[in-house]
């Protein structure tokens, strides 16, 4: 390989578009996950947003903390996802909200990804 070969193949960047895979966790937008208490609902969601990036090949680096507002029972958390692609990492936010409906019932459901 010569000089001008190797700076070529370092000068090219390898992209790759994760709209797919934001577009399938647009599918289950909207989509309650019932639970006994939101941190029951939030491993259900993180265990689905888990399994559909395996599908991908992608790494999901969940956040120690989510951005937190509250509204009496409800409950609206903001996610700052990282996603690791072979390309390299992109960042997903995704907004969730909790509602208590009952005395001990919760749902949950992803409201909005961007």
Known sequence: MDAKTREKTRKLRMTESISAF??????????????????????????KIQELSEKYDYVIEFPKKADVETDGNIYYFTYNLRVRTKAGVKRIQVKVQYIMYDQEGWVGMITEIS
């Open 22 to 47: 934001k577009e399938e966790l647009r599918a289950i937008t909207f989509e309650p996950i019932y639970g006994d208490s939101v941190k029951d609902i939030i491993t259900r969601l993180t265990t």
